[in-house]
T-cell receptor, first 113, second 115 residues
Framework: EPEVTQTPSHQVTQMGQEVILRCVPI?????FYWYRQILGQKVEFLVS????????KSEIFDDQFSVERPDGSNFTLKIRSTKLEDSAMYFC???????????FGPGTRLTVL | SQKIEQNSEALNIQEGKTATLTCNYT??????LQWYRQDPGRGPVFLLL?????KEKRKERLKVTFDTTLKQSLFHITASQPADSATYLC??????????????FGTGTLLAVQP
């Protein structure tokens, strides 16, 4: 069964450093998402992406964050200057159609020291 | 703004019993509501979606109801098994009319099924 994959599974970084989290969505899916979950808290929407542009973003998704689909298979989330409070699980998701059910990846655990 | 509340942080039941989890929302009724399962350290896995014009939806041992008057959805697992132990999340789409989802999730209910 096709699935969303994410790399790395765990990323440790120093505060102020840039990180790039990578995702490979399901191949025939056109809509892509990033969510995050701070330990012990709710899963929170960050951004949705379609047709090579951001469709929606939350107030969490400020200028420190950016997303990109650099090629036909990868979807990335970049955090330019990480803060301690960026430590969380970051989940990539994709859906086949508009408003389709998103399929989530296993997540990348980001730890900012 | 729309908020979701799920009952009790944890629910312990005996194997074979029916687990009932509650999701309440505060504002306008969404076009649909979704339930997900999340295992520790993993991403949410979609289980069921119920639309505002549907009272009930079933899938194998799972049943979801949707009461727009009470602003509530109930999620039932019948004949529960230890393998059903996980956190169950309720989610709504905030992006009415948009092309993409913008889900808000509840905090989840941790279900523990004792053998």
């Amino acid at each position: 069964e096709p699935e969303v994959t994410q790399t790395p599974s765990h990323q440790v970084t120093q505060m102020g450093q840039e990180v790039i989290l990578r995702c490979v969505p399901i191949s025939n899916h056109l809509y892509f998402y990033w969510y995050r979950q701070i330990l012990g808290q709710k899963v929170e929407f960050l951004v949705s992406f379609y047709n090579n542009e951001i469709s929606e973003k939350s107030e969490i998704f400020d200028d420190q964050f950016s997303v990109e689909r650099p090629d036909g298979s990868n979807f990335t989330l970049k955090i330019r200057s990480t803060k301690l409070e960026d430590s969380a699980m970051y989940f990539c998701a994709s859906s086949e159609r508009s408003k389709g059910t998103p399929f989530f990846g296993p997540g990348t655990r980001l730890t900012v020291l | 703004s729309q908020k979701i509340e799920q009952n009790s942080e944890a629910l312990n039941i005996q194997e074979g019993k029916t687990a009932t989890l509650t999701c309440n929302y505060t504002n306008y009724s969404p076009a649909y509501l979704q339930w997900y399962r999340q295992d520790p350290g993993r991403g949410p896995v979609f289980l069921l979606l119920i639309r505002e014009n549907e009272k009930e939806k079933r899938k194998e041992r799972l049943k979801v109801t949707f009461d727009t008057t009470l602003k509530q959805s109930l999620f039932h697992i019948t004949a529960s098994q230890p393998a059903d132990s996980a956190t169950y999340l309720c989610a709504l789409d905030l992006n009415y009319g948009g092309a993409t989802n913008k889900l808000i999730f509840g905090t989840g209910t941790l279900l523990a099924v004792q053998p």
